[in-house]
């Protein structure tokens, strides 16, 4: 600005430029002034190509804390002191070996070489550049709502003071209201059980437990429904399959060979057992970092749950060998920010964060947590190998004395070591949960690159939060086990300001299909504010003044108001919030593919509820370079829950991996909702769905046999198993004459594809 007049940014580079060429020459002896000598310099030369969030190559020099802390490809620009090493001076001056700068081509005059000189001369009487004389306030990046503490807020007051069922309908209502509009009706009893069980456990209630909750007037009914379903064995199945998809849980290393990782399930039976247990979430996450230390060693699997590459696969030569360390590296360090700090951490791998105030300094610090951690098998204690271990070598040397025997002796000797190094085989317990070494030195690396080491790291947690969660930092030489555990301690801390929240946000959208933030995976500056702050931190104080108990999340979640609206639209609430994130309504939404499966076989009567253990085959292999032909028709263990299928990473089931099944390639906080011609032909036409129509059908024929009107109770049971309910007059109609025409089989088909039956109500 001059006085009261806006000028251009063309008409100050002009007018700098001239003021310069007229100044230089008088200031030889004088102090080189920052506001007078140089800006002028740069605002004529310089900023029309660094200045503003898109500066070339990240060098800014519209703003003093940018402009000293360099840019992307050359490192520090600005050297006080030393103008030969300062590259400013360097790439203005045209110095040997650099590119002049500014570019013949910029449309932008050179730098006269008196100006050069200047510049030289500014940072070799030390690059002083006052504070408080920029054009340019940069925000501070800290100042995020994620990265301040947690605050509780006493839940509003609202006008509608006989609809809130507990303080999370508050500030739903407190919302809706400001926003002129108001909750749906309550659901019905029967689309409300189904609902909950389907959103609790991945599998609709039978017909009878239906007609019992319809038929149970009291007030307790839905909260003694909730705990039985969380109680049930099949909750965490449903809840682990969450978590699964975060972390990118796989059976198979990935890349091209794609190996099986054999012992890998056991991770995923953890998980699966710490939901059912309702493990504290704060120890969730200890044992998932440091399970080694807390007796639960398969839940370290959480650090080795991406992709790898195995040694064949990685060069001889000692380069790429450090190369293929650091992107194995880089992968536990996504796991960990994505998962349980909801950050972008893996963005400052190259360089500082372009969004959020994590600089590559402070992400190599925290790699150093993993210095000694490696993917691959773990031996666990096993008393029955430890027993049988020493009748072993006993008899190895029974054997090695029988040479001099006769036949028969020494036959005997060989069938015993046979026998028992069986046993051991049999004996000995492995779990990929990764293994754990010295660590290794840890550096800042430039640009990524492990062949630019600057300056050694120890262990460290990020700078951002040292006001809110304290700092953790630990000599370079630390033990390794020392290292995750201090990790695990330090994100668990009641204060700390992410660990509560991201995890409360994704229980949340669980329920809703979307969380009070809508980018699960990121709560940083280029993530979505959330919709409830206050909500989003009264569950997230709450959490913690539960014990960190989900259970008691979902529980409180389930049977808020808010959770139990009707779906139905209204026109005026859907002009004003189309996305429903006010939820004014309960948000239908479709069912995972693998619940879609599981609730077809529950429907079929044909589901395998057996848990745990090695996953069964979806293809014909179960890794490596031969393809992946899939299994068309299943039996036995084949009609588990899909979440103990074999999971072969970057391939997808052929029928259900259609339903926006994640192939483990990338982490997943929100599962996308796509609707394509695949996913009707899938369910109408596949074998599956061929072979589970006929039991169905066999299902409904013995239940149904002998009833006055066999056709009618078939269709009325069929409905009932499938959709919960009774059919309409019409629909009775229109399936009778189906079945007349086809066969049962083919009405089963026809509700196995209804939207009614793949969507949570």
């Known amino acids: 600005m001059t006085g009261d007049v806006p000028m251009t940014a063309a008409v100050r580079r002009m007018r700098f430029a001239v003021a310069a060429a007229v100044a230089i020459p008088a200031l030889a002896a004088e102090p080189v002034d920052f506001v007078r000598d140089v800006r002028p310099i740069l605002d004529a030369h310089c ?44 790439f203005a001056s045209g110095a040997a070996g650099v590119p002049r700068m500014p570019p013949a081509d910029s449309g932008v005059a050179p730098v006269p070489a008196a100006a050069a000189d200047l510049l030289a001369r500014w940072i070799d009487e030390g690059a002083t550049w006052p504070e408080g004389v920029d054009r340019v306030r940069l925000a501070d990046p800290a100042d995020h709502w994620a990265f301040r503490p947690v605050t509780v807020t006493s839940p509003p007051d609202v006008h509608q003071a006989d609809w809130p069922a507990g303080d999370i309908d508050r500030f739903i209502l407190a919302r809706l209201e400001e926003a002129g509009l108001a909750p749906a009706a309550p659901a019905d009893a029967r689309t409300w ?46 809840q682990a399959q969450h978590w699964l998809d975060v972390v990118r849980f796989a059976e198979t290393d990935g890349y091209e060979v794609n190996t099986e990782r054999p012992h890998a399930w056991h991770y995923r039976d953890w998980v699966i057992d710490a939901f059912n247990r309702d493990l504290p979430f704060d120890r969730f996450v200890t044992d998932q970092l440091a399970g080694d230390a807390t007796g639960a060693d398969p839940a370290t699997g959480f650090l080795v749950t991406a992709a790898v590459l195995l040694p064949g ?53 925290l790699q150093a947590f993993f210095a000694g951690v490696h993917y691959g098998d773990r031996e666990l204690p096993s008393p029955a190998a430890d027993r049988i271990g ?42 990929y949960a990764g293994r754990f070494t010295e660590p290794e030195p840890t550096w800042l690396l430039h640009r990524g690159d492990a062949e630019q080491r600057g300056e050694r790291l120890a262990p460290a947690t990020p700078g951002l939060f040292a006001l ?245 109770a078939a269709v009325a049971r069929a409905f009932a198993l499938v959709l919960g309910r009774a059919p309409e007059s019409d629909e009775a109609d229109e399936a009778r004459r189906l079945v007349a025409d086809h066969g049962l089989p083919a009405l089963a088909r026809v509700l196995f594809n209804a939207g009614e039956f793949l969507f949570i109500p």
């Open 47 to 90: 900023v029309r190509c660094h200045e503003g969030e898109g500066a070339e190559s990240g060098f800014r020099l519209d703003v003093r804390a940018k402009a000293l802390a360099g840019g992307d490809g050359h490192g520090v620009a600005i050297v006080p002191g030393k103008s030969a090493e300062s590259n400013l001076v360097r």
């Open 193 to 238: 059980l189904r609902r909950v069980t389907l959103d609790l456990t991945g599998l609709p209630p039978s017909p009878e437990e239906i007609d019992a909750f319809v038929a149970d007037p009291s007030p307790a009914a839905r909260e003694r429904a909730v705990d039985r379903l969380l109680a049930s064995p099949r909750f965490g199945e449903r």
């Open 313 to 365: 696969q990685i060069g001889a030569d000692d380069v790429s060998k450090r190369a293929a360390r650091q992107d194995a590296l880089a992968d536990i360090l996504v796991n960990l920010g994505d998962a349980l700090l909801g950050l972008s951490v893996g963005c400052a791998r190259c360089h500082d964060h372009k969004f959020d105030p994590l600089p590559a300094r402070d992400y190599y610090a």
């Open 468 to 712: 809110t969660a304290g700092s953790v930092s630990l000599a370079a030489d630390a033990p390794e086990q020392e290292r995750r555990r201090a990790l695990a301690a330090w994100l668990v801390r009641a204060d700390h300001p992410l660990t509560a929240r991201v995890i409360v946000n994704r229980i949340w959208q669980t329920h809703f299909g979307t969380g009070l933030v809508e980018t699960a995976n990121d709560f940083g500056r280029s993530g979505t504010p959330p919709s409830h702050p206050q909500l989003l931190d009264w569950l997230a104080a709450r959490l913690v003044a539960d014990g960190w108990s989900l259970k008691a999340l979902h529980r409180r979640i389930v049977l808020s108001a808010t959770y139990g609206q009707s779906s139905h639209g209204d026109e005026r609430a859907l002009a004003v919030d189309a996305g429903c994130r006010l939820l004014w309504r309960f948000p239908p939404r479709r069912l995972e593919g693998e619940a879609i499966r599981d609730s077809i076989l529950a429907a079929a009567g044909t589901l395998d509820l057996t848990a745990g253990g090695r996953g069964f085959d979806l293809f014909t292999t179960r890794g490596g370079l031969s393809g992946f032909p899939p299994i068309e028709s299943f039996t036995g263990a084949g009609l588990r829950r899909m979440i103990y299928a074999h999971r072969i990473r970057m391939e997808k089931e052929s029928v259900f991996g259609a339903f926006d099944c994640p192939d483990a390639g990338q982490t997943i906080g929100r599962r996308r909702q796509s609707t394509t011609p695949l996913q009707a032909l899938a369910l109408l036409n596949s074998p599956f769905t061929l072979d589970q129509s006929a039991a169905l059908a066999t299902r409904v024929g013995a239940e149904t046999a002998g009833a006055a009107d066999p056709t009618g």
């Open 390 to 431: 020493p009748v072993l070598r006993f008899a190895r040397q029974r054997a090695a004395v029988a040479v001099d025997a006769d036949d028969a002796e020494r036959a005997a000797a060989a069938a015993d070591v046979a026998r028992l190094e069986g046993e051991l085989a049999a004996a000995r317990r492995f779990v």
